[in-house]
């Protein structure tokens, strides 16, 4: 009765929900490996460095389905920031400020 309010084959439904129990144990394999890159890079590594180490072990993947699987384990690249350097607030008077900084 859904099928037919929503103009949709009963074996389209059929099919759908047999893929949604079965198992990718490739996609499984590839969530596993770049988890495994992802801490080895100490949470840096971002699809595109990711996609780069994979390939050049072998396996090719593509840069989309790699971020697909991060966003898919809430794994999100942090990168370190330059460091901020302060601004003197006090004038020294003993030292002049030739490059002034």
């Known amino acids: 009765m859904v099928c037919s309010a929503f103009d949709i084959a009963r074996s ?6 047999l893929q949604r129990s ?3 144990v490739e996609r499984l394999e ?3 490996t770049v988890a495994e890159l ?3 890079s100490r949470r840096s590594a971002g699809s ?3 996609m780069m180490q994979m390939r050049e072990s072998g396996l090719d993947v593509g840069r989309f389905k790699i971020r ?3 966003q898919e384990m809430d794994l999100v690249c ?3 920031r330059p460091p901020a350097y302060r601004q003197a607030r006090v004038e020294r008077p003993d ?5 002034d900084r």
Do not use: G, V
């Open 38 to 40: 992802f801490n080895q």
């Open 78 to 80: 942090k990168q370190p």
């Open 12 to 17: 389209s439904y059929y099919e759908h929900r």
């Open 68 to 70: 697909r699987l991060m």
């Open 48 to 50: 595109r460095t990711i």
């Open 30 to 32: 590839l969530r596993a």
């Open 22 to 24: 079965r198992i990718d």
């Open 95 to 99: 030292i002049p400020n030739r490059l």
